[in-house]
């Protein structure tokens, strides 16, 4: 599966931006999904992750409240609502596929395998 992740920019804290994570490729069934972050000099951590029917989701302690993940399966796109961002919100975000319709809640980043090429996410104070 390819992925393709649009959306990000520039934007004042409090506000808000929506980003798009489009797949291609091999995506029946519908896989688990999840968009990641990476600040610089920091480790990359799971945001958001959906299970393939988007019944299912799963946030960091940090975005809950603030972000929401969903899906569109008909047009092989994931999203990730963001409202309320924070200058602690600014990162690289990537979107991943993990080939099974579900995420490991035990180990929610667990065999995410394929990555987009990431967006980028700059909150100013």
């Known amino acids: 599966v390819q992925l393709q992740a649009s959306g990000g920019g520039l934007v004042q804290a409090g506000g808000s931006l929506r980003l798009s994570c489009a797949a291609s490729g091999r995506t029946f069934p519908p896989y688990a999904m999840g968009w990641f972050r990476q600040a610089p000099g920091k480790e990359r951590e799971v945001v958001a992750l959906i299970s393939g029917s988007g019944g299912n989701t799963y946030y960091a302690d940090s975005v809950t409240g603030r972000f929401a993940i969903s899906r569109d399966n008909n047009k092989n796109t994931v999203y990730l609502q963001m409202n309320d961002l924070k200058p602690e919100d600014t990162a690289v975000y990537y979107c991943?596929?993990?080939?099974?319709?579900?995420?490991?809640?035990?180990?929610?980043?667990?065999?995410?395998?394929?990555w987009g090429q990431g967006t980028q996410v700059t909150v100013s104070s």
């Open positions: 991943a596929a993990r080939p099974s319709r579900y995420y490991d809640t035990n180990n929610p980043q667990a065999d995410f395998g394929s």
